[in-house]
């Protein structure tokens, strides 16, 4: 029996792709003068920014040492920008309350780091209906390990075989699956 619903934040609770996307461009240009173009962004989608700067040292299009401070003003950039650009949907608004009042325990389970999960939880009005708000901050290895899923299953004292994640992309399936989770697939609607 399904007790508890996990979301993942970014594409499922809120649009915030664009906000990152923009954010770590303007932290890459600002340090190295280099970015990541539109058509690459899909091989960088659902990572985590140290995940993403260590394959761009890995290639040899970021210089190692620079990543601190890209990560450190790519996190500034998107707190400003998620302040700015995430706003509340009422479909998902009325969708976690739903479940909330129906009995489900809720989560988000994110690869972002603990400022961006609340910035965009309280941008999108949804933080009040989650139990748990995991980053990529309460984890040793974020997704696509099975890490985050394990630890929303500890705090909302649920076993994994009893949620249902959510997730937009392959690397948040592996992740939930790799947990034991139920998972259910959603396309971005942006794309449909």
């Known amino acids: 029996m399904i007790r508890a619903v996990l979301f993942d934040l970014d594409g499922v609770l809120a649009d915030a792709a664009d906000c990152h ?47 601190e401070a890209v990560y450190r003003i790519k996190q500034e950039h998107t707190a400003r920008l998620a302040a700015e650009q995430v706003i509340p949907d009422p479909i998902k608004t009325i969708m976690c309350r739903s479940l909330s009042l129906s009995g489900y325990k809720l989560g988000c389970v994110s690869n972002c780091v603990r400022a961006s999960v609340d910035a965009l939880l309280h941008g999108a009005g949804l933080r009040r209906w989650m139990q748990v708000a995991i980053s990529n901050e309460d984890v040793i290895d974020p997704k696509p390990a099975p890490d985050p899923y394990v630890v929303a299953c500890q705090r909302l004292d649920v076993r994994p075989a009893e949620a249902l994640a959510v997730e937009d992309h392959e690397r948040g399936v592996m992740s939930a699956e790799a947990a034991g989770c139920h998972v259910l697939q959603i396309d971005d609607y942006k794309k449909v």
């Open 21 to 67: 996307f923009e954010a770590l461009n303007l932290a890459l240009e600002e340090v190295s003068g280099i970015s990541v173009f539109p058509e690459e962004r899909d091989v960088y989608e659902g990572m985590s920014t140290r995940q993403k700067l260590s394959r761009m040292v890995e290639q040899g299009r970021l210089q190692p040492g620079t990543e």
